[in-house]
């Protein structure tokens, strides 16, 4: 019986250059981009929390940073990490939105989960990161251990 694979599997490793290995994939919701972060003060908490989070909490590094090099994105995109590259697809089709070369990554850390999100920041050689959502805390994992063996 042949293999099932997943969009998300499949859209993961579209476009992939010959000999390249991917090596994790999840769905990830980049902070700059997200909507709907609630504060117990109705309508007016929720937009103020998105407005905190977009501005404090979502990335650092100068204008020249590699985490400011990142495009204006909206909703869920699909983060995959190769032995290649890192980058951002889109996750029913594999379109790429942004990607870097491997090397240019340097680790993942967790933050502390914002209700049914949890989050962390993809760290960058130059010293900037970039904040991610994402439902499942074995996501973050899977990109921890792809990324943090970098060295």
């Not at 103020?48 to 590699?66: E, N, T």
């Not at 909206?74 to 029913?92: E, F, I, N, Y």
């Not at 990554?105 to 993809?122: G, I, N, T, W, Y």
Request: no cysteine; net charge positive.
């Amino acid at each position: 019986m042949p293999e099932v694979i997943s969009i998300q599997q499949r859209s993961a490793e579209s476009q992939l250059a010959p000999g390249e290995q991917l090596l994790a994939y999840g769905i990830v919701v980049p902070v700059k981009s997200a909507e709907g972060i609630k504060i117990k003060h109705g309508k007016v908490g929720g937009m103020l929390g998105d407005h905190l989070m977009h501005r404090y909490g979502a990335q650092s590094g100068d204008a020249q940073s590699i985490a400011a090099a990142m495009p204006p994105t909206t909703g869920a995109l699909l983060m995959r990490v190769t032995d290649q590259r890192v980058g951002l697809v889109r996750h029913m089709d594999g379109t790429p939105v942004w990607e870097i070369p491997r090397t240019w990554a340097s680790h993942v850390e967790r933050r502390p989960r914002l209700q049914l999100m949890a989050r962390f920041r993809l760290h960058y050689a130059d010293g900037s990161w970039l904040a991610f959502l994402t439902a499942r805390r074995r996501t973050i994992e899977a990109f921890a251990t792809a990324l943090n063996n970098n060295g």
